[in-house]
């Protein structure tokens, strides 16, 4: 083993935050390309230490190839089995449960919990996120992170908080790494966040970033076009159109400070409509 100073310790793992790891997994490390370390479960190390084919004979399909059948079976009826689950909840907590029970998307293998809502399920206004961070993916709540912290004090410049609004993802599982979810990933959990918006019944729904706009408008239209103009989400199941208002992600705004002033704008507006409906 070679003896490290706590300076060069620190230096590798600042080396490995910055490359993206962000959890550990285990006490001690370990060399995996070191003879008999090869982890054979691993999609990098299998293709590696298995035999060759013998001559003549058909080659082996590799991991991904071998299951493709069955993944195409799960990622097919994925969206059907969801649709199905969601439909048949009749209440939050029934959704609650369906989704926690729920084994068609692939991000759930990943995460630690089940993000599923904060804040009033009563509140009028539904804010919808992307997707639970690391801290969320911890706690099992939306928002409680660092960008939480600042859709926190966004609210409060127009006089709300958790205890006036409903908040929820897209996802209700962590993306490894954060990142953007696969169609077949949002696929999956669409129809949970559709029955979501039908049960809790908002006055209005507020799009927090770029993939919520996507998934929620159906549309690929990019949210710097999309922000602080209303949009509707025609809700079948409530048959009625709830007025939506498309801004940007408290974590962009935590990147892109200068942007700020556009989503003040944006919730400006909200809390205009807010008067207008007589939620405030
Ligand atoms: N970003 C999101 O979109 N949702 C969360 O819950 C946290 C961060």
């Given at each position: 083993m070679i003896e490290r100073t706590r300076e060069q310790s620190l230096e590798a793992l600042s080396w490995l935050v910055d490359a993206g790891a962000d959890e550990a997994i285990g006490e001690a490390p370990v060399n995996?390309?070191?003879?008999?370390?090869?982890?054979?479960?691993s999609p990098l190390t299998r293709r590696a230490i298995s035999a060759p084919p013998a001559r003549g004979a058909p080659p082996s399909p590799t991991r991904g190839e071998g299951n493709k059948a069955a993944e195409a079976v799960s990622l097919s009826t994925a969206p059907g089995a969801a649709r199905a689950l969601a439909a048949s909840s009749n209440n939050l907590s029934e959704l609650k449960t369906a989704l926690e029970n729920f084994?068609?998307?692939?991000l759930k293998k990943h995460a630690t919990t089940t993000v599923f809502a904060d804040g009033?399920?009563?509140?009028?206004i539904m804010l919808i996120g992307e997707a639970p961070g690391r801290d969320e993916d911890i706690?099992?709540?939306?928002?409680?992170g660092r960008a939480g912290k600042l859709l926190d004090l966004m609210l409060a410049s127009i006089g709300l908080d958790r205890t006036k609004v409903y908040i929820t993802n897209v996802l209700n599982w962590r993306p490894p790494q954060n990142r953007d979810p696969s169609p077949e990933e949002a696929a999956a959990c669409l129809p949970f966040l559709h029955r979501h918006i039908e049960l809790a019944e908002p006055q209005i729904i507020i799009l927090l970033g770029a993939v919520a706009a996507r998934h929620v408008l159906?549309?690929?239209?990019?949210i710097m076009r999309l922000r602080g103009k209303w949009e509707t989400y025609q809700s079948a199941g409530l048959n009625r159109a709830i007025p939506v208002m498309p801004t940007l992600h408290p974590a962009y705004l935590l990147r892109q400070a200068s942007a700020k002033r556009l989503a003040w704008r944006d919730l400006l507006t909200v809390r205009e409509k807010i008067e207008q409906l007589g939620l405030a």
């Open positions: 995996r390309l070191k003879a008999g370390n090869a982890d054979t479960s084994d068609g998307c692939e009033n399920p009563l509140g009028r706690q099992g709540l939306p928002f409680i159906g549309t690929s239209e990019g």
